[in-house]
DNA sequence: ATTTAATATCGCAATATTACGATATTAAAT
DNA sequence: ATTTAATATCGTAATATTGCGATATTAAAT
């Protein structure tokens, strides 16, 4: 055990939760601020102004890249992130509309 | 290893991240979905329509009523489940200020 | 009182995640 | 050519999560 049984769930769901997932651990949430707040870094600076190594910032930063959120082009020897503003824009849409599903539940318990 | 580094985060970003951890797996917003198309239900109910067993089931239960985002209530030999809706838009309402905490980004790279 | 039904909790095994040191890789600087 | 700097990846240890059977607990039904 200890697999999740994607199977049983929709595509829908499952897609959901994965995007919920990478924006489920603190550090992820620090990178992206930092990023929205510097407008772009590079590793390294994450490195300095968290306190995880490299390999540990490097790691999350290859998550949120996965989900597409951000972007990295390589400048020189180091790599510039930033925000995928379109894709942001789609998370949050696809979250506002999981949170908008008729809620007309009235209290009922 | 393996025990993320709270400590070094700020409260707000530890809660945020929780809060997208719990809706981070497709179990658990399959349940919201059901108990919002249902209006309510009972663990029981969950475990005939997702194929999860009924340990797996309460476990997500007690998850999600962590964080304020279902209720139960006793009736009789069963528990009713429903949304907690004030909490819900309390929680969708935090990941739209997350999400639009100035974007002024533009594509720097 | 006993049985039945619904749920919660415990304990455990399997797997996943987090974090980091060590080691590549790559490009600029000397 | 060598060194330096920035990042990525590998391997691994520690911890967390997922899932379930077994076992409580509790309340209704018989």
Redesign the pocket.
């Known amino acids: ?5 994607s199977e049983i769930f929709t595509d829908e769901q499952n897609r959901l939760a994965s995007l919920f ?1 990478v924006l ?2 603190p ?1 992820r949430i620090a990178i992206l601020q930092y990023i929205i707040n510097q407008k772009a870094c ?3 600076d994450l ?1 300095d102004v968290l306190g ?5 910032i ?6 949120l890249k996965n989900i597409g959120i951000i972007q ?1 082009t ?1 400048e ?4 510039c992130y930033c925000i995928e503003e379109k894709k942001w824009k789609e998370i949050q849409n696809l979250f506002n509309l999981f949170f908008e599903q008729d809620v007309k539940v009235g209290q009922c318990c």
């Open positions: 055990m200890g697999l999740t049984k997932k489920g651990h550090a590079i590793c390294n490195v995880l190594a490299q390999a540990t490097s790691q999350h930063l290859k998550e990295g390589i020189g020897k180091s790599v």
